[in-house]
């Protein structure tokens, strides 16, 4: 194992994540800590004042004893635009040198941009999208297309900038917003190829700006779940953020459900930054993205010392169940008999197709409950699946697995699905119940756990199904136990379940 | 790591238990399987009947399957009345270790009651009790007192027998009621140590049907949480079960929420024993134990290749440390400092004294919800400690120290508390928010996690605490996070807090 500190020098704050990362490359962000340094509010010259140094200083230091202190075996430093840009930089980096030990990676506009697209590349399921990172002294666009770079651009402003310039701090006059639209209407501009974006491509946004309209969304809509990551609005909803902050005061914005003090007055620019980049490329919803430049620095650094991450669902499944210590065999085959039935069953599932990566997570983490405890595993399960981060799922999927793995040995719905109606329909229960027979027949065919089933064979006849486990000797045990979900099986599909 | 199976063959049903046990005797149980065999429905002369025997065979060669397919180390086969009783006994033993070569141990009554007691004795935090387990073919009475056995006995009938006796199975008269009342009070009547039992103590109640009768009370109450072990009923609750079932027909029963259908038709005859010792006795509470048997066999093994148990509480708690690789270290550092802080601020806490376990279990846990997730991980500290079966704690303290974890961060009460309002006073959650606040504080002063502060003096001063961490170096980034906590701290406590 390999213990890992990456700090992450922003112009906004200072930040120390600490990560574990196994023998295959799987990782675990265990701590984190944050400090307001504002080390981008530079004096008029562009200069990083002394006071910020020194504060910025403290802040490594508390960071280098922290790392030493869990013994971490190697401290990764990035810094981004404040240092980047300002003419001063060399006396930092030495003093944070002299001081501290700390070598102080100062990151181009292009490598910037480029652990931002690492981060979210990794961790969210879109073929094609424009990411931003937005900062607090830049900003980062990079332009993919079916998983390659085609473009990208550090633009030399962030939340902190477009904060001072039109002093947005504080309530906004409609002239000041329409200026500053203005202002980044016409730096869009000179980006050529912003021009020739397809539509439909998500913008991806990356940052803490980004995260809080997020949460300042969900918090108006009583979104019942909370995961920051991959959470997608549509740009209507990013206006209306927009706009119930231009006209408050910066009182009045500190009380808004959702945003955080620390960003309260550089949250309006920063704001009119992400509002103003989908009005201008036209797109339709933003997505918005937990992983980012730190996370990225971790995929790179992976990928450089292990082997890559390669598809990203697969990663972060595998990552639970050695985490966790599922019982991988029994698990596997649990996928492997469920995907064959459901491939088999093609008909019965009707337009609720398109199901694979559901499938797959909540088979393979049908039994992840039995880590906090064995007994009523099957809705820890639920709370498992919800909760532990998986990469490459949207929130409803992430959903429905969860459903289905917590059905995987009654059919009873113990958990009330109402209050996900915002994300689930009716027909997606459906689907859940359907997912979760088959977790159900191909848990009962590896009742021993020993993969004696090597496959089964389904056929739909009519107004019944028939199955036929394939093993050297007739699974006896396995079929008694399999034929008990037959009443569930009928009720769910429609048709009898015969089983030989 | 040792795998340990556990087979146990009663009178109702046969179950298997699979459990890892680690270096230091921590034990996880990963499986269990059941099959409802009724090898107690003896024939008239109370001989197993070959077709039971069959059943039998078959599901321990199913078991037997299940260990070598886990690769169990080893299986630890013991049977109970019904094997025990029956004058054909040689022959199925026989037949068993032909067929199967596993040699099942038929327990004797005392040793059964001696299991039963060994599973109570090391999960529920009773100095003194009478412990009940109920079986199919016979009922175990062990009366202990400050954890010394003072006496035990076996009766020789258990569910299936008086089902039998007064065919209790579908709806019962009045007079036949009477009739089974009459002969329990007698047979309880012979043991003569029942008439000396102290007041005030309660029935621990173990076995299938116990739980059962919990799982109908909780049902009928809406009780919020879904445990088994240490749910607290008094008789009256019991006796309303007992009420509700006995004019209702087999149909009638199977549709009562939370009576589970294998055990309807014997669920009578047992819910009259229990009720009736209650009544015998004039005992004032019924405690459910999830523990019983299996997990006294399973602590017996521990006991005699590891080191004892010891405290339950400890032992659990340092069962799931090592389970999910929590910072042992912090996590004592933790519990170190606030336990200091609640020692010298006694006065504050007023009426709520007696939280040291509460504040022991939430302190050391306080990070076990990283192994879910980081972000989020005060949440999941709250769901790792509600659910993962700590020992020694009643459903109120398990809640307490849940809450008390869940806001080591912040001290907003996210997790809504009213639903529990069957189990927390305003006054507890008063308690919760004031161990958080010294959670938080101790927390701040291992920001390094490096044990940087050796102690902490306290001392109430009028309107003010003060606060003197001590440290071979002034902890100045310590002090400056812990200060963050004055507001809430003034809030919950109504003193200013200072810290030098």
């Known amino acids: 194992m390999k213990r890992l500190g990456i700090i992450d020098i922003g112009s906004n704050s200072v930040r120390l994540v600490l990560v574990d990362i196994n023998a295959q490359g799987h990782f675990k962000i265990f701590n984190e800590f944050k400090e307001t340094v504002r080390l981008g509010e530079t004096d008029s010259k562009g200069m990083l004042t002394a ?88 900003t980062e666009l990079v332009h993919f297309e079916d998983g390659v770079v085609k473009n990208s651009i550090s633009l030399p402003f962030g939340a902190i900038d477009v904060t001072r310039m039109f002093d947005t701090s504080n309530s906004v006059s409609a002239a000041t917003a329409q200026a500053l639209r203005r202002f980044l209407f016409d730096e869009l ?15 991806i946004g990356v940052g803490g700006t980004i995260r809080n309209i997020g949460k300042i969304d969900k918090k108006s809509k009583d979104y019942p779940l909370d995961m920051a990551h991959y959470y997608i609005m549509d740009p209507s909803s990013v206006c209306s953020v927009y706009e119930q902050t231009k006209d408050r005061t910066l009182e009045q914005r500190i009380k808004i459900k959702g945003l955080s003090k620390d960003r309260a007055d550089i949250f309006f620019g920063a704001c009119a930054v992400v509002w103003h980049i989908l009005e201008y490329c036209r797109i339709d919803r933003l997505v918005v993205s937990g992983s980012g430049l730190r996370e990225g620095l ?73 880590s906090i405890n064995f007994y009523s595993h099957d809705s820890h399960a639920f709370y498992m699946i919800l909760n532990s981060g998986i990469n490459g799922l949207t929130h409803r999927e ?31 229960i459906r ?56 009443h569930d099986f009928e009720q769910v599909f429609g048709k009898k379940l015969l089983i030989q």
Chains 1, 2 share one sequence.
């Open 51 to 138: 006071e910020k140094m020194q504060t910025a200083l403290e802040t490594l230091g508390m960071f280098k004893t922290i790392c030493e202190a869990v013994r971490a075996d190697e401290i990764v430093t990035a810094a981004t635009a404040a240092v980047r840009r300002a003419p001063n930089k060399n006396e930092f980096l030495t003093l944070v040198y002299e001081r501290l030990g700390l070598r102080i990676r100062v990151l181009s506009g292009e490598e910037e941009a480029y652990y931002a697209y690492c981060g979210v590349i990794n961790s969210i399921d879109e073929k094609s999208g424009l990411i931003m990172d937005l900062g607090g002294g830049s």
């Open 298 to 370: 971790v995929y790179d650094y992976i990928g450089s010392s292990y082997s890559p991450v390669g598809n990203m669902l697969d990663f972060s499944l595998n990552n639970i169940i050695s985490q966790f210590n599922i019982n991988r065999v029994h698990a596997y085959q649990v996928y492997k008999l469920a995907s064959s039935m459901y491939v088999q069953l093609e008909e019965l599932f009707g337009s609720s197709r398109e199901c694979e990566k559901i499938l797959k997570t909540a088979a393979l983490l049908h039994d992840s409950g039995i």
């Open 189 to 203: 501009g000179k980006v050529n190829w912003l021009k020739d974006l397809k539509k439909n491509i998500p913008l």
């Open 431 to 486: 689907t859940i119940m359907k997912i979760s027979i088959l977790l159900r027949l191909s848990e009962s065919l590896d009742t021993c756990m020993d993969n004696f089933v090597e496959d089964i064979k389904c056929r739909v006849d009519g107004e019944s199904v028939e199955m036929n486990p394939i093993a050297k000797k007739k699974p006896n045990v396995e079929i008694s136990r399999a034929i008990n979900t037959r």
């Open 398 to 428: 992430i959903l429905m697995s969860a459903y289905a793995a917590s059905l995987h040995r009654n059919t009873k719905l113990k958990l009330k699905w109402k209050q996900y109606s915002q994300i689930l329909s009716e027909d997606d």
